[in-house]
Nanobody, 120 residues
């Protein structure tokens, strides 16, 4: 099993910054992606940013240029630097780890979620 821990929560005014972090532990093997999803009030969960083991990022269009994802493959951590935050960024942010196992089956693990609130 894999555990993802996201400490803390964030409250910030519009235009401010927050940094989310997530640490993975347990039976982590092979090549896997890490990233962040979010779910705002009344919305479906959406991909915010992901990063491959080689460091290639992928971003939701609305966060490009404002958010930066990074990972440490030795420590099994992933971070999301969020700048120029807006009220529409308010959501619960979930850390994600996933990939394809040796049997060719997709797997995903999720953190417990971190509330991010951006006030106007």
């Amino acid at each position: 099993q894999v555990q993802l821990v996201e400490p803390g929560r964030g409250l910030v005014q519009a235009g401010g910054s927050l940094r989310l972090s997530c640490a993975a532990s347990g039976r982590i093997r092979g090549r896997y992606g890490m990233g962040w999803y979010r779910q705002g009030p009344g919305n479906q969960r959406e991909l915010v940013a992901t990063i491959t083991v080689g460091g290639s990022p992928n971003y939701l269009d609305s966060v490009k240029g404002r958010f930066t994802i990074s990972r440490d493959n030795v420590k099994n951590t992933v971070e999301l630097q969020m700048n120029s935050l807006q009220p529409e960024d308010t959501a619960v942010y979930y850390c994600w780890l996933g990939g394809i196992n040796l049997r060719g089956l997709a797997y995903s693990y999720w953190g417990q979620g971190t509330q991010v609130t951006v006030s106007s």
